[in-house]
Structure formats: structure tokens, C-alpha cells
């Protein structure tokens, strides 16, 4: 690891100056990033970082409160949107993937 990005350190409520739980962890060469937790705003707080969505290779959920997950439908339907074919990995708690399966 080579660099974090803490891109939401506010908890449960966005301000003006502080974003929902996101950090990224950056990895080089290649700036390959992983990214803990994903709340609602994330991938706007990744546009204005250096980060680029196709360097996303793993995603950590850390539990299933909504600032920690309410990002993610939206940041990988951008990724699709963007045409971004590399494969992320998605790690979280029980019940993640009926979420993100909308079940």
C-alpha cells in the first residue's frame, strides 16, 4: 500500500466539508485502489480525487448500515456505464449480496 485516500470520514451524515464512510487504499504500480465502505456521494468524492474507477479491484463492506453501503449500486452502475470490463471484488457482512441483488 502506497497511499490512503479517506474520501468520507462524517459518519452518518454528509457536511458541507465531510463526506459519508470511504477511504481507499492505494496500491502501485498501476494505482490500483481498493475501497472500504461506500457511502451515498462516494463516487463523487472518487471523481475528485486521482482515483480512476477502472482501478478498482476489491470493495469492503463493513456492515450494513446505509452510510457504509447506500454508494454502491450507484458506483458500480457507473463503472458499467463507463464500459469498464476489469472484474471487483466485493467483501461485506451477511445479507450484501441480497442486497445488491435487490432480494
Known amino acids: 500500500m502506497d497511499k490512503i485516500v479517506f474520501l468520507g470520514t ?3 451524515i454528509p457536511t458541507l466539508k465531510r463526506n459519508v464512510p470511504a477511504l481507499a487504499m492505494v496500491f502501485k504500480p498501476g ?3 481498493w475501497l472500504f465502505d ?3 456521494g462516494t463516487q463523487r468524492q472518487i ?6 474507477l477502472s482501478r478498482l479491484s476489491n470493495i469492503f ?8 453501503t ?5 458506483l458500480l452502475a457507473t463503472r458499467g456505464l463507463l464500459g469498464v470490463k ?8 451477511i445479507g450484501l449480496e441480497s442486497y445488491l441483488n435487490n432480494n
Open 31 to 33: 494505482n490500483e485502489f
Open 86 to 93: 476489469k472484474h471487483v471484488n466485493i467483501f461485506g457482512p
Open 38 to 40: 461506500c457511502g451515498e
Open 47 to 52: 471523481l475528485q480525487s486521482n482515483l480512476k
Open 61 to 68: 463492506i463493513s456492515h450494513l448500515h446505509g452510510d457504509h
Open 10 to 12: 462524517s459518519a452518518g
Open 70 to 74: 447506500f454508494g454502491l449500486p450507484g
